[in-house]
């Protein structure tokens, strides 16, 4: 070989194609210089990008935590970015109340007795037992909630469960240390959900999304007064089941029917009552109300989308108002079909256990419902277990004429009913 030398050769090659390149721009036409000098400078960027690339490759491989996941940084921090700007408009609810004061003090119970003087001697020494008497009241803390501003001046939602008690006092925490004391505006008459309201002005407030479409796996924040205790708590998850049918009770042994839930696995605790589930984009899309007891990490939250209509309602009404028809009844499926010897297994089938499932003076009433009738329709959506009527019925408004479409002893046929103004305090 000419070059026992590999450096030396290359850069002889080098120096060559610079000359080459050299004496060609000097005697070629001005098109034909733009041409070379553009691939001259292709070809300078392309050795300096591989160069750097080799360079990081070669730092990459010493530690790799120098090129970290971009994907799980950029949702780190877009939980971080939520949870800052929802929080000031997240808001503590303690409930105070006058209580007894309770006093212990000490009886002797045979003091009303004269004992016999053979006796005497074996009650020489002074016998008592406690007992309680009431002396006077003093407020107290009694439980707290969460809730969230909805209006710069002062509106808040939050649940039922929480502000129900019209004996209580509400106290409201902002994040940021001021505290309000809060009116009650409005109780759901069946869903657990409520208004209250301070007396502030220029406020946060938290953008309302949709929950119609919601997704299995899409993320979620939680942010509560967790146990009363921690204020502005922020859990993460995701969601985990849709349109899912609970009956949850409240310490004070209140029972409700909720029906068409968000489940998530964000931790949810008591005192989170009322607050906001949130999406990666900070809008609510849901209400935080209920867990599962005995279980890790399933909680239960209201779609927003009852909540707009609800705020709606009051707004354009002064109060909440929600179609009612007026009958008990049981969703049919294959259990309660071969149970009750049903022709069909979807539907309402009106039934009650201990009396009439009609309500007296209601829609159904008036119009001709009976006992033993299965309510196949509504308005020609179809009523199943994952459809059913209470969550039809909600999409209407009070006053609007439906059409039921009912089978009974057989035959179908149609009923048409004006569907009324549920009744407050409406046994479970």
């Known amino acids: 070989m000419f070059f026992q030398n590999k450096k030396l050769f290359f850069l002889i090659v080098f120096l060559f194609i610079s000359l080459l390149f050299t004496f060609s721009l000097i005697y070629a036409q001005n098109n034909d210089q733009n041409l070379i000098k553009n691939f001259l400078d292709l070809l300078i960027k392309s050795f300096i990008t591989k160069t750097s690339t080799s360079v990081q490759e070669q730092k990459s491989s010493i530690n790799p935590f120098l090129s970290p996941n971009p994907t799980l940084l950029d949702l780190e921090n877009t939980v971080i970015k939520v949870a800052n700007e929802a929080s000031p408009a997240v808001v503590s609810i303690v409930i105070s109340k006058y209580v007894p004061i309770l006093e212990r003090y000490y009886v002797n119970p045979f003091e009303e007795f004269e004992l016999p003087p053979e006796l005497k001697p074996f009650f020489h020494f002074e016998f008592r037992v406690p007992e309680l008497r009431q002396k006077g009241y003093e407020k107290k803390?009694?439980?707290?909630?969460?809730?969230?501003?909805?209006?710069?001046?002062?509106?808040?939602?939050?649940?039922?469960?929480?502000?129900?008690?019209?004996?209580?006092?509400?106290?409201?925490?902002?994040?940021?240390?001021?505290?309000?004391?809060?009116?009650?505006?409005?109780?759901?008459?069946?869903?657990?959900?409520?208004?209250?309201?301070?007396?502030?002005?220029?406020?946060?407030?938290?953008?309302?999304?949709?929950?119609?479409?919601?997704?299995?796996?899409?993320?979620?924040?939680?942010?509560?007064?967790?146990?009363?205790?921690?204020?502005?708590?922020?859990?993460?998850?995701?969601?985990?089941?849709?349109?899912?049918?609970?009956?949850?009770?409240?310490?004070?042994?209140?029972?409700?029917?909720?029906?068409?839930?968000?489940?998530?696995?964000?931790?949810?605790?008591?005192?989170?009552?009322?607050?906001?589930?949130?999406?990666?984009?900070?809008?609510?899309?849901?209400?935080?109300?209920?867990?599962?007891?005995?279980?890790?990490?399933?909680?239960?939250?209201?779609?927003?989308?009852?909540?707009?209509?609800?705020?709606e309602e009051y707004k354009t009404k002064g109060k909440i108002e929600v179609p009612f028809l007026g009958v008990y009844y049981l969703l049919i499926n294959e259990e309660v079909k071969k149970k009750f010897n049903l022709p069909v297994n979807y539907g309402a089938y009106i039934y009650r256990e201990d009396g009439n499932a009609i309500f007296p003076f209601s829609p159904a009433e008036k119009a001709g419902i009976k006992n033993g009738d299965i309510i196949l329709e509504l308005d020609g959506e179809k009523i199943t277990t994952q459809n059913t009527l209470a969550q039809i019925i909600l999409k209407k408004k009070v006053g609007q004429r439906v059409t039921l479409k009912i089978l009974r002893e057989g035959k179908e046929i149609n009923l048409f009913v004006t569907l009324g103004s549920m009744p407050e305090n409406l046994p479970y």
């Open 141 to 311: 803390e009694v439980g707290g909630g969460s809730g969230f501003i909805v209006s710069s001046d002062g509106l808040i939602v939050t649940n039922k469960h929480v502000v129900r008690d019209s004996k209580a006092e509400y106290t409201v925490y902002l994040n940021d240390g001021r505290k309000f004391n809060a009116k009650v505006l409005a109780l759901h008459p069946n869903d657990d959900l409520a208004l209250i309201k301070i007396n502030a002005n220029n406020l946060p407030t938290l953008k309302l999304g949709d929950s119609d479409n919601l997704k299995l796996g899409q993320f979620v924040i939680a942010i509560g007064n967790a146990l009363g205790e921690f204020q502005n708590t922020v859990s993460f998850g995701v969601i985990s089941g849709l349109k899912r049918n609970i009956v949850a009770s409240d310490e004070r042994g209140n029972v409700e029917r909720l029906e068409s839930l968000i489940q998530t696995d964000a931790a949810i605790n008591f005192g989170n009552s009322g607050g906001p589930l949130i999406n990666l984009k900070g809008e609510v899309i849901g209400v935080n109300t209920a867990i599962a007891g005995g279980a890790e990490n399933i909680g239960f939250a209201i779609p927003i989308n009852r909540v707009k209509k609800m705020i």
